[in-house]
């Protein structure tokens, strides 16, 4: 076997920003540049290394991603053509911005490690940054600040443009992750059988183990150890989002964070004399995705693709999960753990910990660009123990888009040749949910629901239910407050009533 042109990581980088003053932080673009020479650094290629990438990747940032987190102070129109000026790169032939998900890191490195394989890219850096703390202390500062650049040329888009939520889904306010995984969550709790406390308890519990590795990371955003206890329990300071998740079972969006890895083939490292110590191999992976649109789901407590494939990425490695020494388990919020456990067949409690970071609530949740950061504490994990293997998992969408690698030191011993997603992505579409209703009149049933919060307490309800004919539908309640309350203090799934629709919009009143 010709190892020369086999993918492996050389090099990452990860900076966190505490700066409160807005007028001396650095914005996302120089963020993301000190990260990706911090990555040069490591590889021990420094800027050689930086002017040798023929291939920039840049993840597309939350501003442009989200409503929610649009800048009010511009941004670049070429973000790699910015990073590659910043750089003092002139010569890469590929910019990359890519199209939003939180998968998109793990799916880059899966696609570059094909084309590192075929010749077409010889190496290639991955990057990315957020500056939302920064943003958001601008703001209520009344500082304006100048984000805008203009490095000329379009860069090539890689992903999937399609928005995660449908018209439908939307006239009823289910459009954006906030709304849409409390809806698993409570199906989860309904498929478990637990009250209403005992999966708060179980919750907290699962996440006050992301918050204690983040405790000791320095490079997290919350570095306090949060209690099980601190996470449930609902107060001032943690005050319910979504219901059941309380503000410390959020992904921590308002960070400043960048990080960067690169990845060349074994013949071009050894050109660059990138020492093999730093040297972290592929050994699996795959990328799959559930039906777009929640409202298609077959339930709303398991992924189809979360469990295909994690399967075809162990199968590609060769090994079994029994023999994976870490995880990092895309952690958004706790439904996307508990999903991925399910399917892959691991504990919650599992003693080999599911989090490298600290998760996206305590280590920080930079956008679309939380598992480059995983990615790259996981080469310094498997670096520190040679031979062992690590595990990333990253979710795009609502439990949507799945992408998982398997990394290690230890060089592979086949060539690198992951299988065509076609193969296994029918398996998954075949797997149909019930026909939807997007008018839905009549007797119904609550299938899970969840309560939106606002300062002032519960604000309005989104829910699925069932028509007594079998078909689902998406609804929003009455806006009474007692209601509201009702449905955050007592159990309401599977509660019966009636569904009416007026103007587009289905409103279920409870019996």
């Known amino acids: 076997m010709d190892h020369s042109r086999t993918p492996i990581l050389i090099g990452c980088g990860q900076v966190t920003q505490r700066e409160p003053d807005p007028n001396i932080a650095l914005g996302p673009m120089d963020l993301t540049a000190v990260a990706a020479r911090q990555a040069a650094e490591d590889a021990g290629g420094g800027a050689a290394l930086l002017s040798a990438l023929d291939t920039i990747i840049v993840i597309r940032s939350f501003s442009d991603t989200s409503w929610r987190f649009a800048s009010p102070f511009g941004g670049p129109s070429n973000p790699p053509k910015s990073i590659a000026n910043r750089i003092g790169n002139s010569s890469a032939k590929r910019l990359v911005y890519t199209h939003p998900g939180g998968n ?19 190496a290639a850096l991955i990057c990315g940054g957020e500056a939302l703390a920064t943003q958001r202390n601008a ?8 984000w805008n650049e203009d490095a000329g040329g379009k ?18 306010r289910m459009a954006g992750a906030i709304f849409a995984y409390p809806l698993f969550e409570n199906a989860i709790r309904g498929h478990t059988g637990r009250s209403i406390p005992e999966h708060l308890t179980a919750m907290g519990r699962l996440f006050g183990g992301f918050s204690e590795v983040a405790s000791h990371n320095p490079r997290a955003d919350r570095q306090q150890a949060f209690s099980a206890e601190q996470i449930s329990t609902v107060g ?4 319910f989002i979504g219901f059941p998740y309380t503000k410390l079972m959020n992904a921590n969006a308002f960070i400043d964070q960048a990080a960067s890895v690169i990845l060349t083939s074994v013949a071009k490292a050894r050109e660059l004399g990138v020492p093999e110590d730093r040297w972290v191999y592929l050994h699996g992976c795959a990328d799959a995705y559930d039906h777009w649109y929640i409202s298609d789901r077959h339930n709303f407590h398991s992924s189809p693709a979360m469990r295909v494939v994690a399967e075809e990425a162990l199968e590609m490695a060769n090994v079994d999960i029994s023999v994976i020494e870490k995880f990092d388990l895309y952690s958004c919020f706790p439904s996307s753990v508990e999903i991925a456990c399910r399917e892959m067949g691991i504990g919650e409690e599992d003693p080999r910990g599911l989090t490298v970071t600290g998760g ?14 995983s990615i790259a504490e996981m080469m310094n994990v498997v670096r520190k123990a040679p031979g062992s293997r690590g595990m990333i998992t990253a979710n795009g969408n609502y439990v949507t888009k799945q992408s998982v690698g398997i990394y290690s030191t230890d060089p592979s011993t086949q060539p690198f040749a992951p299988k065509d997603p076609i193969l296994y992505q029918q398996v ?13 009149d009549g007797p119904a049933h609550v299938e899970t629901y969840t309560v939106m919060h606002d300062r002032e307490g519960p604000s309005y309800a989104i829910l699925f239910g069932r028509l007594e004919d079998g078909r689902r539908f998406i609804a929003n309640t009455p806006e009474d ?20 629709s007026k103007d587009g919009q289905n409103i279920f009143t409870p019996n």
């Not at 703001?139 to 100048?146: N, P, V």
């Not at 996206?360 to 950061?373: A, I, K, M, S, W």
């Not at 955050?488 to 009533?497: A, E, N, P, S």
Request: with cysteine.
């Open 104 to 122: 998109m890191p793990q799916w880059c490195i899966n696609r570059l490690g094909e084309k590192i394989s075929s010749g077409e890219v010889d």
């Open 360 to 373: 996206l609530p305590y280590f920080g949740g930079p956008g679309n660009n939380y598992v480059t950061h």
């Open 428 to 440: 998954i579409n075949d797997h149909i949910g019930p026909e939807v209703a997007e008018v839905a």
């Open 481 to 500: 407050p007692m209601l509201l309350q009702n449905m955050v203090d007592q159990d309401f799934l599977c509660v019966k009533g009636r569904v009416a």
């Open 155 to 172: 860069p090539e888009q890689w992903g999937v443009a399609t928005r995660g939520w449908n018209d439908n889904e939307e006239r009823h």
């Open 139 to 146: 703001k209520r500062a009344k500082i304006s600040l100048d």
């Open 236 to 239: 001032p300071d943690n005050p």
